[in-house]
């Protein structure tokens, strides 16, 4: 008797501990999406809040690219993650948001020509496309990506799981040329993506010291750019920032330029954009991971 109480004790402190534990959300893999618009077949990984499958709520969505690298260090390109889930549970613990789904878009093999904007790459004088191409490894194909994710997997996301559909809670999120994509999507989409996240973003486009002398040729690209693309805010919010570290280095200088076009046209600073400075920070996941519970909370704050 004493032997079937102590056994019925342990189970039952093994319940209490078990609904005691924190909610990690949980995740969905989707391998192999077949899409007319992309060379390869595309990997997805999503995150779904904590109760979701109980609950009726939905949920804004954030659709991030490399998402390899947004959970499982195993599973990344260099054993580090964003952590972009636990970026998600801190904030729902501190009360900053009832959560968001987070969808995960694998890159490609040719990575800089998947992300790298073709706008800008048209508009590229003959020595710097050449450059581009080079970097590229590949002709670009970004535009098939973007259409990929509006007319393919936002649609699917929303028939499959309980979102909120509209450009206000629709936010798009990505790091270097990941960065650039995202600026791509909302300048291309307005009416679909109304907040992006430009983290430790690529302005050179190619490697640095590649840019040389063409610098200032690639900084009137960008204003034309902004000015032609993008436009006046229009509602919409986009998040910048960068390190000072390794890659990061060389961001500074552009990003003041880019601050000065958004202002000129229009975007207030603290309202329509933020940009933030990193000191001591580098291009890499780390870095990111550190100050994704910020940039979550500003893209997911109610437009004021």
Known sequence: MTRALLLLLALLLGAGAARAAPARGSFVDLPKLVTKNLP???????????????????????????????????????NKVWAADKA????????????????GVW????????????????????????EADRFAGRPVYSDGYLRFLVEELKPL??????????RGHTIVAGSSMGGLISLAAIARYPQ??????????????????????????????????????????????IWFDHGDQTLDQYYGPWQSRVDARLIGIGWRPGEDFETKAYPGTGHEENAWAARLPEIFAWLLRAPE
């Open 40 to 78: 390869e077949p595309v990997h997805v990984t999503i995150w779904l809040p904590p109760g979701y499958a109980r609950g009726k709520a939905r949920y804004p969505v954030i659709y991030m690219h490399d998402g390899q690298n947004l959970f499982f260090p195993k599973l990344s390109g260099y």
């Open 88 to 103: 998600m549970l801190a904030l729902i613990a501190e009360g900053e948001t009832k959560g968001a789904i987070i969808v």
């Open 107 to 130: 890159h490609q093999r040719a990575r800089a020509a998947q992300y790298f904007p073709r706008p800008i790459y048209d508009a590229l004088p003959a020595a710097l496309r050449a």
């Open 157 to 166: 996301i929303d028939r499959r799981y309980r979102t909120l559909e509209d």
């Open 192 to 237: 679909v993506f109304g907040a992006a996240a430009c983290v430790s973003t690529h302005w050179p486009l190619v490697a640095p010291d590649r840019a040389g002398q063409a610098t200032p040729e690639l900084g009137a690209i960008w204003d034309q750019f902004f000015t032609d693309k993008l436009g006046a805010p229009a509602g919409r919010r």
